[in-house]
């Protein structure tokens, strides 16, 4: 079956009915998505399609035929990641992955209930969610860069 993976026309040969999460884990090698509940209840392996966040333990592998599908290895998450770390949102860090795709879905200045709604479907027990809406905030103030790369005054 053909999609594009991180950027990358790809076509991995796997049973459709298969769940989508067990092909990126155990076809293509990519192992950053995490395996939490295996129910779609707690959001550990959420990815984007098309770029909308789901929970890939749900996602029948032919639902991704000729879509775009990236996991937390082809995101461009560098400035949420260093967040996450900066303000402890990540501590065991199963959901850590989950956390920062399903906040790569939001836009470029989420308020508090848009980051609330976004990241319902995924449950940390560690952490609680104050660290986890710092980072997310951090991270998008940390985006807004002018072209010459200058900070702007908040």
């Known amino acids: 079956m053909q999609f594009t993976l991180n950027g990358r026309e790809v ?7 298969r769940r989508l999460l067990d ?3 155990e076809d293509c090698e990519l192992t950053g998505t995490k395996e939490g509940c295996g129910e779609g209840e707690c959001g550990a392996c959420t990815v984007l399609v098309d770029g909308q966040a789901v929970v890939s333990c749900l996602v029948p592998f032919a639902q991704v ?11 461009d998450a560098q400035a ?4 996450f770390m900066d303000q402890i949102g990540a501590q065991c ?10 906040a790569l879905s939001l836009g470029p200045d989420p308020t508090r209930r848009q980051m609330q709604e976004a990241l319902a479907g995924n449950l940390c027990r560690c952490t609680g969610y104050e660290a986890i809406f710092r980072a997310i905030s951090a991270a998008k103030r ?5 072209p010459l790369g200058v900070e702007p005054i908040a």
């Open 65 to 75: 035929e000729g879509r775009d599908v990236r996991t937390i290895e082809g995101a």
């Open 23 to 25: 092909v990126l884990r």
């Open 142 to 146: 940390a985006s807004r860069r002018t």
């Open 93 to 102: 860090g199963i959901c850590t992955p989950g956390m920062i795709m399903a």
């Open 11 to 17: 076509d991995v040969a796997a049973h459709p009915m």
């Open 80 to 83: 949420l990641q260093r967040a």
